[in-house]
């Protein structure tokens, strides 16, 4: 059962993809050690081009890809709906390892690295990329407190219970700090005036940013308990997935409204379809990853295997888009000065690197530690004061 792996041996499978995944990190971990050595001169970014795949990938993307965790914790915890309890933990986990490798690449693409304390006693209280460091930081020690909770069924018990109590105040700071950096992240963007371009250009580009973010939460969830499911032989609870799925869905067409809303108060919508690289950009990026998603959501599709992975991906995808077409819209300012932006191998080995490390500490920790299945205070209360809860899925996973 799970609950045996809270008493169980430490253990790890070995197979081929994890094989992979482990050269990859060995090989990302190297280039990290020679980049702090030796600086950015192993990179393709350069003065016009200061910012390149590391923060677009790994912060910018990795941010909002790690918002099932506010999300999950904002419905189960705030809007008190149990069902989720299921798959609560496992956003958790996913969402604190993301903001560690955010972290991460972070220090990895700042010049100084060795100075990356700075900022926490030399506050920059009129800049934005300040409350983003400061809310970024704050946030993931935050869960690495919540993940005390998990880690504490098993090593060091003696102090789970002063993780449980503290739980209540974790969770409120927890969801109120991503919505501060999520949205200020967007920020960024705007007080670009005259370099982004203006179909991305926009005051309610912080609110995309923090809708886009919350709507990729569920279908992030979707899409992990999938895989995580073939590879732990866990089966997913498919009426919770269709109803994130849904959810996710939903956001996405207010989002969709909001977007074309402002696009028409700001005379954008002709750029749509001005067949320029930027213009075609976008309508990929609303078509492919929000139109469709949307239909897939509230289609039967939703409830189906294929359906579910398909609407993850999408959405996934469609903000990979919006995160990358940040760049797009830059480019014609960048390119304007003669020079041009194209990932060196290195920077690809270390953001690739960095999913990889993220994918074996979640497979690891999932092996030894309680994740999936059905957990939180709420279902832990019930089953003591013996009412019937209809519990999701426990399995047996192979360690």
């Known amino acids: 059962m799970q609950e045996e792996k809270t008493r169980g041996k430490w253990g790890f499978r070995f197979t081929p993809v994890r094989l992979v995944m482990l050269a990859i990190s060995v090989a990302a971990i190297l280039v990290i050690l020679v980049r702090l ?8 970014m350069n003065d016009q081009w200061p910012w390149g795949l ?3 990938f790994d912060v910018l993307l990795g941010v909002a890809l790690a918002g099932g965790g506010y999300s999950t914790a904002f419905i189960v915890s705030i809007l008190k709906v149990d069902r989720y309890e299921s798959i609560a933990r496992s956003a958790m986990l996913t969402s604190l390892l993301g903001y560690l490798m955010v972290v991460l690449g972070l220090i990895v693409d ?11 006693i030399s506050w920059g209280h009129h800049s934005v990329l300040f409350e983003v460091f400061l809310c970024v930081a704050l946030y993931t020690m935050i869960q690495l407190l919540e993940f005390g909770e998990i880690a504490t069924e098993k090593i060091f018990k003696k102090y789970h219970k002063y993780f449980v109590a503290s739980m209540p105040v ?7 700090l991503p919505t501060l950096h999520q949205s200020s992240l967007g920020e960024l ?16 580009i912080p609110i995309c940013f923090l809708l886009t973010s919350f709507a990729v939460g569920p279908a992030m969830i979707a899409l992990e308990t999938r895989l995580a499911g073939r590879a732990l032989s866990h089966k997913p609870d498919i009426p919770v997935i269709r109803s994130l799925i849904r959810i996710s869905g939903g956001v996405l067409s207010v989002y969709f409204v909001i977007k074309m809303v402002d696009l028409v108060v700001r005379d954008q ?4 379809f001005a067949g320029t690289f930027a213009s075609n950009m976008f309508l990929l990026e609303i078509g492919a990853g929000v139109l469709i998603p949307i239909i897939l959501a509230f289609s039967k599709a939703a409830a189906t295997n294929a359906g579910q992975i398909w609407f993850g991906c ?7 888009l919006s995160r990358f077409n940040m760049m797009t819209g830059l480019g014609g300012y960048m390119n304007a000065s003669g020079a041009s932006y194209f990932p060196a191998w290195t920077e690809i080995t270390v953001s690739v690197g960095l999913v990889c490390i993220a994918c074996l500490l979640y497979l690891f920790i999932a092996e030894n530690f309680s994740i999936v299945g059905a957990h939180g205070h709420g279902v832990e209360h019930k089953r003591k004061h013996k009412v019937d809860v209809p519990l999701q899925d426990t399995t047996t996973i192979q360690a």
């Not at 050595?37 to 393709?44: K, R």
């Not at 670009?192 to 991305?200: E, F, I, S, V």
């Open 269 to 272: 919508i002709g750029n749509m």
């Open 314 to 320: 999408m959405t996934v995808g469609g903000l990979v």
């Open 37 to 44: 050595t030796v600086g950015l001169s192993m990179t393709n």
């Open 54 to 56: 590391w923060i677009y």
């Open 170 to 176: 974790l969770l409120i700071i927890g969801v109120t």
């Open 189 to 204: 963007f705007y007080i670009m005036q005259g370099k982004l371009d203006p179909l991305w250009l926009s005051p309610v």
């Open 110 to 120: 700042v010049g100084q690295w060795f100075n990356a304390w700075r900022p926490f």
